[in-house]
């Protein structure tokens, strides 16, 4: 897959599901391949439990930065 760019945040929930989501709305073809292994793992499960424990949450806002 290429590269979909660098994220930070002080929320890892926030952080995972953004990566998530521009993964799942990218036109690579290479993402089908990664989301076949994040589904064989229960990745988007893992995400939402870890909002349900109060780790973070799966709101975010996405800022570019351009440099």
Excluded at 31 to 59: D, L, P, W, Y
């Amino acid at each position: 897959m290429k590269d979909i760019g660098i994220l930070s945040s002080l929320d890892p929930v926030a952080l995972d599901r953004a990566c998530m989501d521009l993964i799942i709305n990218s036109d690579d073809p290479g993402k089908e391949h990664f989301m076949q292994r994040v589904n064989s793992h229960s990745g988007i499960h893992t995400i939402e439990a870890a909002e349900e424990i109060g780790i973070g949450t799966c709101e975010y806002e996405l800022i570019n930065i351009d440099v």
